[in-house]
């Protein structure tokens, strides 16, 4: 159980950290910085990403507690031909394509920190994660619209820097 505990927290702690590197998309009230329709249906999916997820893990270490590690729960997902077919899936998305969509396409959208997505998805849940980063990706594209709109000159500043990388 001290592992979960650690998990949970450093969970946390990733959270924390990805508000704080968002801090401009959630604070203000530029127009349109409610919570969207879409916006919510990410959180709402996100949280019962991380719930189901820590069900489970919570039933895996009580089953085997001597056992518990990430290689025993790594090689747990190919118990069979089927689950091996659906771990695999998993494990490429998560550790290789998540993580190059992310750090890709998050700064091209402006997004900030976008490094924390993937270290999120390995403490928390990879739903989780996706979920977290398609609704600040969805804020995001409301709040350059406004950006743009207001012509406030320190966002005026952030999307040339969007538009024009490495100037």
Request: aromatic share 14%.
């Amino acid at each position: 159980m001290t592992s979960l505990l650690i998990h949970a927290a450093l969970g946390l702690l990733s959270i924390g950290v990805f508000f704080y590197l968002n801090a401009y998309l959630f604070k203000g009230s530029w127009k349109g910085s409610g919570v969207s329709l879409l916006e919510g249906l990410y959180y709402l999916l996100a949280i019962g990403s991380v719930c189901t997820g820590w069900y489970f893990n919570v039933q895996y270490v009580q089953t085997y507690p001597s056992e518990a590690s990430w290689i025993h729960f790594t090689k747990m997902l190919f118990t069979n031909p089927a689950a091996g077919s659906g771990a695999q899936d998993l494990l490429v998305t998560n550790a290789v394509l998540f993580p190059l969509w992310t750090m890709t396409d998050g700064p091209r959208r402006g997004l900030r920190g976008t490094w924390i997505y993937f270290t999120m998805s390995l403490v928390t849940s990879f739903g989780f994660a996706m979920g977290l980063y398609l609704a600040a990706q969805e804020r995001q594209v409301r709040w350059l619209r406004h950006s743009v709109a207001s012509n406030d000159r320190r966002d005026a500043r952030l999307l040339r820097s969007i538009a024009e990388p490495g100037v």
